[in-house]
């Protein structure tokens, strides 16, 4: 039993959620968006409160079940809140600045790294070592970071690279001092 599909989604004032067939449309404040969830799901609103259920409680249809739940919940928090993932740069000479919608990031490579934004997407640089990506869709957003941070994942010896705020870089001892000769 699907313990996260059982539970209710409640849709705060300002929100709409329209069913097409087997397409969700959350619209908000922050804008609109459309997941495509299993067809062989159902999904209703009533008075403010949207319910997901399923035919049987064969594996595929419990898992998808959850997932469907949880895009919808994600979709609703997405279009009155919207998501932010918040990047350091740790590093001598690691920096980022914003130039029109391109992020432009000096790190330690022979050029600098440029990333345009993706629609749905934009990024501010309040510091030269902090990057903030924000975004309606959480999934895009998550998506967008793991690409910036790509470019430079944070090293164990050191603990040089992009990081996300927050994110704990196990670190390892570097080499023992060799004694001879």
Same mark, same amino acid.
């Given at each position: ?100 919608? *391109? ?18 997407? *934009? *990024?501010?640089?309040?510091?030269? *070592? ?52």
């Amino acid at each position: 039993m699907s313990r996260i599909g059982l539970k209710p989604v409640n849709l705060p004032a300002g929100v709409e959620l329209k069913v097409e067939g087997n397409v969700i449309v959350v619209k908000g404040p922050k804008g609109e968006l459309r997941e495509q969830i299993s067809d062989r799901l159902t999904v209703e609103v009533n008075e403010g409160v949207v319910t997901v259920s399923r035919p049987s409680d064969i594996k595929n249809d419990r898992a998808q079940h959850g997932l469907a739940r949880t895009l919808i919940s994600n979709m609703v928090v997405g279009v009155t809140e919207g998501y932010e993932k918040k990047l350091e740069l740790v590093g001598v000479g690691y920096k980022a600045e914003k130039k029109g919608d *391109t992020l432009v990031m000096s790190l330690g490579l022979s050029h600098p790294v440029e990333m345009k934004d993706p629609a749905g997407i *934009t *990024t501010e640089v309040p510091a030269a *070592t902090e990057i903030l990506v924000k975004g309606i869709d959480k999934a895009l957003v998550g998506n967008y970071a793991a690409n910036i941070r790509a470019w430079r994942k944070p090293e164990p010896y050191k603990g040089k690279g992009i990081r996300y705020s927050g994110e704990k870089i196990r670190r390892k001892e570097g080499k023992a001092g060799v004694k001879g000769d």
